[in-house]
């Protein structure tokens, strides 16, 4: 997941990964362990709410060593108080945080007909939760329909760098919610002070592909766009958008627009200054005549 959101390839871009955000650095903070690890099968045992206390230390660790964006491709299928407590602490602190909306598919083990189970942290406030999308657009087979879902991303056999040096096809939401955190951190490292909300709000109101009503609980309002929701950043932050490699000069046709008031010669500034004398000469022989006429009428 790193690779999708910060791989910057090597080679000489001949081989390797580039991500989202090439450009951004990696605070990798571990909640899960893996199978090999001692005490694996205790772990396997042991109540979601107990586990999830991992997760929580994990997003407070990451909240003080100052990370922007907080990316989570896992979930859970409990809440945890201590968990929505972080978050609540990441959120007031300008942080923007994406999880992947789940792999149980459109109906899989849903309570509610069409809606595929709640999974954690997706589905907190605040908490940008994101689908799965195929090539071709399409919803994914296994992407989590419910409405905590609300944009959508590719994650059917998308390259990733792998752990153990290879690379690998990855398919999931996993991969969907890496590659919207790594456009979030496009935002972030140009907006740093933009609210969460409005990070949400810039990629939410710039996808497409967008359902016909506007909004499903497949793909929420769409599929991810980087250099619009950008650009939407810059408009919610009240920037102006750089032009890059274009001389003040240059403007459409090669002209720029002639200037509001065009700049005076001497001798418009002769004038403008005898104009001036001429005005206080003749108001001050007002004041004398005024001062006359009182003078006889008293």
């Not at 979930?75 to 923007?96: F, I, K, M, N, W």
């Not at 004398?277 to 007002?286: E, G, H, K, N, P």
Request: charged share 15%; with cysteine.
């Amino acid at each position: 997941m790193a690779s999708l959101i910060a791989g910057h390839d090597h080679d000489q871009c001949f081989s390797g990964v580039t991500g989202v955000a090439p450009q951004a650095r990696i605070l990798s903070v571990r909640v899960i362990p893996d199978k090999a690890d001692p005490h694996y099968k205790q772990y396997e045992r042991e109540p979601e709410t107990f586990i999830q206390q991992s997760l929580a230390r994990g997003i407070d660790y990451a909240v003080a060593h100052g990370a922007r964006v907080i990316s989570m491709s896992i979930g859970y299928s409990a809440p945890s108080a201590a968990v929505r407590h972080e978050l609540q602490t990441a959120y007031d602190h300008g942080v923007v945080v994406i999880a992947s909306a789940g792999n149980s598919g459109v109906l899989s083990g849903s309570a509610r007909a069409g809606e595929a189970p709640e999974s954690f942290p997706a589905n907190y406030p605040g908490v940008i939760s994101v689908g799965a999308v195929k090539p071709s657009g399409a919803v994914a087979d296994f992407s989590s329909d419910n409405l905590s879902v609300q944009v959508a991303a590719p994650g059917v056999n998308v390259p990733a760098q792998g752990r153990d040096g290879q690379y690998w096809w990855v398919s999931g939401t996993s991969p969907a919610c890496a590659l919207v955190a790594g456009v979030a951190a496009l935002i972030k490292s140009k907006y740093p002070h933009l609210a969460p909300d409005l990070v949400a709000g810039a990629m939410t109101s710039t996808t497409t592909d967008r359902p016909a009503r506007g909004y499903d609980s497949q793909v929420g309002f769409g599929i991810v766009d980087a250099a619009a929701a950008l650009a939407k950043a810059a408009h919610l932050a009240g920037a102006r958008p750089a032009q890059a490699g274009v001389k003040a000069a240059a403007r459409y046709q090669g002209a720029l627009a002639p200037p509001p008031v065009s700049p005076r010669g001497s001798g418009q500034l002769v004038l403008f200054a005898l104009l001036a004398l001429t005005s206080l000469a003749l108001t001050a022989a007002a004041g004398t005549r005024l001062a006359v006429l009182r003078r006889a009428n008293q």
